[in-house]
Structures are given as C-alpha cells and as structure tokens.
C-alpha cells in the first residue's frame, strides 16, 4: 500500500480535476448566460416581458456557482498534507474513515468541496466539510469515538475507525 501522504496526493489530485472540469464548464455557461441576457433578441418587447430579467438572475447564479468552485480548488490547493497519529484528533486534511450499522465510509475532511466523491483504490471518498452535520460530528473526534449524526429527525451513530 502507498504511504498515506502519497495516498492523499493523489486524492487531492483527482479532486481538484474534478473541480477544475466543472469550473471550466461553469465559466462556459456563465458566458453564455451573460451574454445571452444582454442579446438583443432578449429586450423586453412589453412591460410583461421579463426575458431578460430571468437571463440577468441565472448569469448572476451561475457567476456564485463559478466564485464557489474557485474557493474549492482553492481550498484543496491549500490543503496541508498531513499524516494523522494514532491519537490525533479529526481536522482538516484528514482522511476519516467510518463505520454505522449499515455502512463504512471514507471522507476526507475539508474546509470546502463537500459532497466531492473521487475514488481512493478500492473505496470511494467523499469530502465533508465542517459545515456539514457529519463534519461538525467528526471535528475533533478520535479513533474509537462515537458521534452522533443528526439528519432530519433520525440520529445515525457512527464509530471513527481510522485517522490517517
């Protein structure tokens, strides 16, 4: 098996490819968007004609959308290689991996990116941020604790098996 800095490198890696793809997609339609919202064939032909109001509101969305990868890739750019000890604690940089009664997961613990998945040999991982209820359950957490979830009105409990 790859040594864990190794491991994350190349986790790192994917994600940011993933980031990066979306983020060249999203600059695309935002053009496109803008563009398309100052055209023409969009001037209001009647008081009751909002066509280009509409175009103005998604090029808007779409320019959040393209600030929000931008802060992603940033964020995993920045992300410190780190190899966990046996007793550290959950923050960020760590790859956590744990266990419910019905599933095992693997997360990398992020400031941004949540909800990401690339695979990491035979596991998928996917990012959790601390923003996440899985994430503010996990912030400080130790091998062999127990956290408690809440999502919705059901309470998933999951034991942290690995820090690396």
């Known amino acids: 098996m790859a040594p864990v800095a190794e491991t994350k490198n190349e986790l790192l890696d994917a994600l940011k490819t993933l980031v990066r793809r ?73 790859v956590v991996r744990l266990r419910s009664a019905r599933e095992e997961l693997v997360c990398l613990f992020a400031p941004a990116g949540g909800g990401l998945k690339a695979p990491l040999g035979a596991s998928s991982v996917q990012v959790v941020t601390p923003k996440s209820p899985l994430g503010q359950a996990m912030l400080g957490a130790r091998v062999g604790d127990e956290i408690e979830v809440e999502l919705g009105k059901a309470i998933k409990i999951y034991e942290i098996l690995a820090v690396e």
């Open 22 to 94: 979306d983020l060249e997609v999203a600059v695309a339609a935002a053009k496109a968007t803008k563009e398309g919202a100052t055209h023409e064939e969009n001037k209001p032909e009647n008081d009751k004609d909002t066509r280009a109001i509409e175009a103005s509101y998604l090029a808007g969305a779409q320019g959040v959308r393209v600030r929000e990868l931008e802060r992603t890739l940033l964020a995993l750019d920045t992300l410190p290689i780190r190899v966990f000890g046996e007793r550290d604690p959950v923050a960020a940089g760590a």
